[in-house]
């Protein structure tokens, strides 16, 4: 008797479980594309750390109340996601017919553009998403950096792509925001706003939505509308806008690194920002020239030999705080590395080898030091190159400004 009393018990609690959160097969949960893939919206959630269960409805339904190991008993995947501050995150599920696109079954989905009832869009293109693949089933997680706090609906648009008939296929959810609602209280400062710092004054001009769509942008990539800004920078000075970007009060930023030309005044993201409060726009900006005896370090001529062989000993060198290592990965290329990141302490570099030209550069930042390999594109052509980097402190200009409509 008591063994049918835990089984009864048992179904009870999944009938009530299965009442309420079923509703992701639903419209606003799950839809099918034109070539057959089935795109759920498995999780959306804010905060620290984001989990996801997937499989079939009863592993997902069942395995969202166990731990891992014991969802991986009745078939479920667990996915997570952490983040260090609260984010928007939100997992999709794509299942399909084995190799219904590419072969092999690869495929991809990008981009994904977030809208909400506040006057907000953003577009995500999942480069850097969590991705979890199969042969028939593909799980993404993109993070959002900035979520609408004024905003009650997500609109969500995803556009995977169909590698059989070279489109963009289109889903549509609609979902609550499941993120703190909460008024900003910044006072946003009426345009033009002008920042000094050290005598190099920098202008914010406009802050500017367009009523209207961009249009289609290379792969497809696109956002429904745009923001544009207007900045000014003292004429001839020796710096650039190296990145824009939008935060609100929680800390986190929209954008990226642009770098854009010292004579350029105006930049555009593929974002929409409420009206209905003052966001931050921040300008960073690098030095392009007139470095410190202690920014700039130029290495005596550096040889090509005849043969691929690495130095005898790397050229060293520790500049403004930095340690930098250059050393030979054949005749052809050089390994640069600096330790640690400039970046990660607010610091900006360049790398050249006087007029020689670079065919392909590639390599990263891991936080803790830079590492980049730079192949020269005729290296044959010259017997001897002197290599320049500079390692300067970044500057940032914010200001809290809204948006206006963009003129016609």
């Known amino acids: 008797m008591p063994r049918l009393n835990v089984i009864a018990w048992a179904a009870a609690i999944a009938a009530v479980a299965a009442v309420c959160f079923w509703p992701d097969e639903g ?81 991809t989905a990008t981009p994904l553009i977030v809208s909400d009832d506040a006057g907000n869009e953003f577009i995500e293109n999942g480069e850097n998403a969590y991705r979890s693949q199969s042969s028939n089933e593909l799980v993404m997680a993109f993070d959002i950096p900035l979520a609408g706090h004024l905003s009650k609906k997500l609109h969500l648009q995803l556009k995977p792509h169909d590698y059989v008939k070279n489109v963009y296929c289109q889903a549509d959810f609609n979902a609550l925001n499941p993120g703190p609602r909460s008024l900003s209280h910044w006072q946003g400062e009426k345009l033009p706003v002008t920042r000094q710092r050290d005598d190099f004054p920098v202008t914010l001009r406009a802050m500017e939505s367009s009523a209207e769509a961009l249009g289609p942008s290379e792969e497809g990539r696109r956002s429904h509308h745009w923001t544009r800004f207007r900045y000014q920078l003292p004429p001839g000075a020796p710096w650039r806008v190296e990145a824009l970007k939008v935060g609100d009060e929680t800390g986190e930023f929209y954008g990226a690194s642009q770098q854009l030309e010292p004579s350029d005044s105006e930049q555009d993201l593929n974002a929409l920002f409420s009206s209905q409060e003052p966001w931050k726009v921040r300008l960073e900006l690098e030095r392009t020239a007139d470095f410190a005896s202690n920014e700039v370090w130029t290495s005596p001529p550096v040889a090509f030999p005849k043969t691929p062989r690495r130095f005898a000993e790397p050229l060293t060198t520790d500049l403004n705080g930095f340690h930098v290592v250059i050393d030979r990965l054949n005749r052809a290329a050089l390994c640069l590395t600096i330790s640690p990141s400039p970046a990660a302490r607010g610091y900006d570099w360049t790398f050249k080898a006087g007029d020689a030209k670079f065919d392909s550069i590639g390599g990263g930042d891991y936080g803790y030091q830079i590492v980049y390999s730079y192949t020269f594109a005729q290296p044959n052509e010259r017997d001897s190159v002197q290599l320049t980097l500079s390692i300067a402190k970044t500057r940032s200009m914010d200001f809290i400004v809204s948006p206006t409509p963009l003129p016609p």
């Open 27 to 107: 419209k606003d949960r799950a839809q099918r594309l034109p070539d057959g893939t089935i795109v759920r919206l498995a999780s959306l959630s804010y905060g620290k750390t984001h989990r996801c269960v997937t499989g079939n409805i009863f592993q997902r339904l069942f395995g969202g109340f166990l731990p891992a190991p014991a969802a991986g008993w009745i078939g479920a995947k667990i996915h997570s996601v952490s983040n260090a501050t609260d984010r928007l995150v939100i997992f999709f599920d794509l299942t399909q017919q084995r190799n219904a696109r590419a072969p092999g079954g690869g495929y």
